[in-house]
């Protein structure tokens, strides 16, 4: 691609329909009109519209760079003045970064003091265990996507705060690089199973450990063990492309000795108290579970290298139709935990399957036209719908109690209902 005018031709394309789909207030829609998102959208296109114009300055004609520039001011002053109405950390630091890059550019002092504004706000939702908040939980999927953008922003801003906050989680995400070469998963609050490597790349010649985790999630990646882009839904895989050649791009050789991951080391025991997540390391297996989320469970065999126990939980249907579950992140289950067994116990939750009909959606939109221009507006609608769609499961008169005990070379894992 490299020189081919189509590429230019599509780049100046792509960055003047971005400015002419621009909300007045600078946001952008994601996923239905007059949403006017905050970071998802709105951040991560400012960075990209920002790195492809440093790349690309001396060819962009001079009538779209005036409109480009104007854009970025009105996006970078939006993510500054608004904050979501829900806590989803990455996409502080995305902001983060994206104000900080249209400052690089435009040098406008007020994007400054947004900045500090967001770096306090996301500063708020990280614990000193390490994790940051996801949907009320700790998600080690979407905690290496805030180490990717923290260490981005880390090439262009060095702050103590930021750098403490990144290493912290480097480690914290060290423990779910599993021996069988696969990341994360159901053990997250978000499910999910995606690794994002430019920041480990990008820190890994200052701490060992992230180097270490980037190795073993490289080889990884070649073993077709981690999410490629090509497997992702569109509005995911156009921006997971350049992660991965940003990674490359910002490889550095290994040192010959790197430290063990926790899955490699002595054997240990460890409760992350905050985040409610036990780890246990044998001489035989590695064990997982997060208590917060009704006992969740994943159990490798460390001399086959494999995952041969993986439970979520509980899921069944009553006899009036409506579906439960043990696994839903409660702050209100009693929990104990000590060297030989670990327990939890509460209760279910119904799941709520909440789809548009036809009539519905029409019904939705017409609200979005008549209310959605307002951005105070828009906002709160979408935290309604948050708080319907993810929040709003509640708790079923049905109690469960989840015992796992343990030795060093056996597992027993006791549901009462």
């Given at each position: 691609?490299?020189?081919?005018?189509?590429?230019?031709?599509?780049?100046?394309?792509?960055?003047?329909?971005?400015?002419k789909i621009q909300k007045n207030d600078g946001s952008f829609d994601e996923f239905y009109f007059n949403e006017r998102g905050w970071a998802g959208p709105t951040a991560f296109l400012l960075y990209a519209a920002l790195d492809s114009y440093r790349m690309l300055k001396s060819e962009f004609p001079k009538d779209l760079e005036e409109k480009m520039l104007k854009a970025a001011h009105k996006s970078a002053l939006f993510l500054a003045r608004y904050d979501e109405?829900?806590?989803?950390?990455?996409?502080?630091?995305?902001?983060?970064?994206?104000?900080?890059?249209?400052?690089?550019?435009?040098?406008d002092k007020k994007l400054l003091d947004g900045m500090e504004i967001r770096i306090k706000d996301f500063l708020r939702y990280c614990y000193d265990e390490g994790w940051s908040l996801e949907y009320g939980g700790a998600d080690p999927g979407y905690l290496s996507a805030t180490v990717s953008?923290?260490?981005?922003?880390?090439?262009?801003?060095?702050?103590?705060?930021?750098?403490d906050a990144a290493k912290r989680a480097i480690k914290f995400t060290s423990h779910f690089v599993y021996p069988n070469g696969f990341y994360a998963g159901t053990i997250g609050s978000r499910q999910t199973l995606h690794f994002y490597p430019d920041g480990y790349e990008i820190f890994a010649k200052d701490i060992p450990l992230a180097a270490a985790i980037a190795e073993k999630m490289l080889k990884a990646l070649g073993e077709g063990k981690l999410v490629p882009p090509e497997i992702q839904c569109d509005r995911y895989f156009l921006y997971r492309i350049p992660e991965f050649l940003l990674s490359y791009l910002d490889y550095k050789e290994r040192d010959s000795q790197l430290p063990s991951l926790p899955c490699e080391a002595e054997p240990f025991d460890k409760f992350f108290d905050k985040a409610k997540i036990y780890l246990k390391k044998s001489s035989e297996y590695y064990l997982l579970v997060n208590l917060i989320k009704g006992g969740v469970t994943k159990l490798f065999n460390l001399?086959?290298?494999?995952?041969?126990?993986?439970d979520c939980g509980i899921i069944a249907e009553t006899s009036d139709s409506k579906v439960v579950t043990t696994q839903w992140l409660d702050d209100e289950y009693k929990i104990s935990t000590n060297n030989a067994e670990?327990?939890?116990?509460?209760?279910?939750?119904?799941?709520?399957?909440?789809?548009?009909?036809?009539?519905?959606?029409?019904?939705?939109r017409m609200a979005m036209i008549m209310f959605g221009w307002h951005t105070q507006l828009a906002y709160q609608i979408k935290g309604?719908?948050?708080?319907?769609?993810?929040w709003g499961a509640k708790p079923a008169p049905i109690k469960f109690l989840r015992k796992i005990a343990f030795d060093e070379k056996s597992l027993i894992i006791t549901d009462r209902l």
């Open positions: 691609y490299y020189k081919q005018k189509k590429i230019l031709d599509w780049t100046l394309a792509g960055i003047e329909y971005w400015a109405p829900s806590v989803l950390a990455n996409h502080h630091a995305i902001a983060v970064l994206a104000i900080y890059e249209a400052y690089l550019v435009l040098r953008f923290l260490g981005k922003l880390h090439k262009v801003y060095q702050d103590e705060r930021l750098y001399k086959e290298g494999r995952l041969i126990f993986n670990i327990s939890i116990a509460g209760n279910f939750h119904y799941i709520k399957f909440s789809q548009f009909t036809p009539i519905k959606m029409v019904i939705f309604w719908i948050r708080k319907i769609l993810v």
